[in-house]
């Protein structure tokens, strides 16, 4: 028998996954209310400890991956910081220019910041730091900014010169990602990469006390800080004494803890949890995570998505928004647009809309393609099924919700006659690279956060023998496709970049090479007696320099 049909499925079964859940424009915002009840910490407004639950531990403090930046954001300082419009404002870096000829970039730094281990913060340190990015100390700055940065060096104590290859005017607007943020030259030089990766050395307002694996990790203040970046809401030290940034996988044991007051802040709010939290007088922050969002990625190198007309049926067969909005209820944005999420510059409506839920085209496609309707509903050419194998790391990449989702897609691709095996993951299998070959999956699901479009070439830049790479998860090699994006980076004029960045989507929405599910979210539900927490507007990861407990 045919199962029924998604619609039916989707009211009965998803709408129990995602209870009805607060509202929320793109961006970052803050619903904030106050109740009674008491808290893990000290009262004390300058100090105490502030207890926090994360839903994810990562391999490193620091490194390429969004869930080490949140981490490393609060031990290793920036060149400069991004704030709430979208701005580069001075951090270690008082001052940056670009030359006339757009190929040199000079910083010049604040005197007095040093790192914790007492080395400074001058112009060397900046030139070690870019060489370590350069050299893959970090693989996430390296694609950023390695094909463009030829060299740096330091012209005296405070003024660091950035040699460029080709014009990149977002190059100091990249630098506000977390990723770039600095460490002691000395410990890149005397320590193991094993002490680094669990005790980074920066000259942040927290360094990192302890890591119990698989607990938490401990933060301590840094009495001596004075060099907050300009965005910040007070300069000085940290205003708690510590952080215990607990690991708590389970939502439903975070938002537990949360209520029960074991911790003061949680990460990562279930969507149907939202609206309940809201009217408990939590206070609730959610930043739409600008950069590519959860979007599916068709393997192009083999298979039945290596036919285009296979890869527009599959998106014309998803009722995608209608999945969404079961499961997000007004909390998780649609995102129509594979490329790049709502919230990054330069975004492209045109992309956005190309594949509207129209099953009936989608079958048409499906039979040009010589695809024909089996005994069982599953389409058969020359004695093969049309299985598509849809592998995602729950609990990394994906979440609760998103695994909800996923199982809304799988039921209206069905319906169609795609046979799809979903294949979820642990994250210790993530982290060791599975599913992540041409031979292991037909269709992924992921995002990589940015802060402008620029994120186009990271995804989209061609694998090859000599230049391998790894995050074109389509496999799609295309050199037109990859001259446009690259002239868009190098693009002086704001107005011709966005152009062609949107000209890049529109490109890769017409070859139905990746579309849109929906946007990232980086979610906080703070408890009464914590104020000051924020989001950093170029991740969304927690900032807890500002923070501190009251009564």
């Known amino acids: 028998m045919r199962t029924p049909r998604p619609s039916a499925l989707l009211g009965a079964g998803l709408a129990m996954l995602a209870l009805l859940g607060g509202c929320a424009a793109p961006g970052t915002e803050l619903a904030a209310a106050s109740r009674p009840g008491t808290g893990p910490g000290s009262a004390d407004s300058a100090g105490g ?66 790192f914790s281990d007492g080395t400074p913060v001058d112009a060397q340190a900046v030139v070690d730091n870019i060489d370590y990015w350069l050299a893959g100390g970090n693989g996430t700055a390296q694609v950023w900014i390695g094909p463009y940065v030829d060299s740096a060096r330091a012209l ?7 040699a460029l290859s080709q014009p990149y005017p977002r190059f ?65 030290p940290a205003r708690v004494a510590r952080v215990d940034w607990r690991f708590i996988t389970d939502p439903t044991a975070r938002t537990a803890a949360l209520r029960s007051g074991e911790v003061d802040a949680i990460y990562d709010i279930q969507a149907f949890e939202w609206s309940a939290l809201e009217s408990e007088g939590y206070e609730l922050h959610r930043y739409v995570t600008p950069g590519r969002p959860q979007q599916l990625s068709f393997n192009t190198s083999r298979g039945p998505f290596a036919d ?126 599975a599913y992540s070959g041409p031979e292991d999956y037909d269709v992924s699901i992921g995002y990589w956060t940015s802060v402008n479009a620029g994120i186009l070439l990271v995804n989209w830049r061609q694998n090859l023998p000599d230049s391998p790479n790894p995050s074109n998860s389509a496999f799609y090699n295309d050199p037109a496709l990859e001259a446009t994006i690259r002239e868009a980076n190098s693009a002086v004029d704001p107005d011709g970049q966005d152009a062609l960045y949107r000209q890049a989507q529109e490109y890769i929405a017409d070859r139905a090479l990746s579309i849109g599910v929906y946007d990232r979210l980086s979610t906080l539900a703070v408890g009464p007696h914590v104020d000051g927490i924020r989001q950093e507007n170029s991740q969304g990861g927690p900032v807890f320099h500002d923070a501190h407990l009251v009564d």
């Open 308 to 433: 285009e007309r296979v890869r527009q049926a599959f998106a014309y067969s998803l009722d995608r928004e209608s999945v969404v909005e079961a499961v997000g209820r007004g909390v998780i944005p649609y995102e129509g647009n594979g490329p790049v999420s709502r919230s990054t510059p330069a975004y492209s409506e045109e992309a956005a809309a190309r594949y509207s839920y129209d099953p009936e085209r989608a079958r048409e496609l499906l039979d040009d393609a010589g695809w024909e309707v089996g005994a069982d509903g599953v389409r058969v050419k020359d004695g093969a099924r049309l299985h598509i194998d849809f592998p995602y790391a729950i609990n990394r990449t994906i979440n609760q919700d998103g695994a909800a989702i996923i199982q809304g897609l799988q039921q209206y691709a069905e319906e169609v006659g795609f046979e799809v095996e979903l294949i979820p993951f642990p994250p210790s299998a993530a982290a060791a690279g």
């Open 172 to 236: 100091a607007e990249n630098l506000t990602q977390p990723y770039f943020g600095l460490q002691s030259p000395a410990a890149l030089a005397e320590r193991t990469a094993e002490e680094n990766c669990r005790q980074p050395i920066g000259s942040g307002p927290f360094t990192v006390a302890a890591w119990n694996r698989g607990q938490n990790i401990v933060l301590d203040r840094r009495d001596d800080y004075d060099w907050a970046p300009a965005n910040a809401a007070v300069q000085g």
């Open 49 to 114: 400890t502030l207890v926090y639950g994360h839903q994810q531990e990562p391999p490193c403090v620091h490194g390429g991956w969004i869930e080490q930046g949140y981490l490393s954001h609060q031990v290793l300082d920036a060149l400069v910081s991004l704030d709430e419009d979208g701005q580069v404002v001075p951090w270690l870096a008082t001052d940056w220019h670009e030359s006339a000829d757009h190929l040199t970039w000079t910083f010049t730094l604040q005197e007095g910041p040093t």
């Open 156 to 162: 005296d104590a405070t003024t660091v010169e950035v």
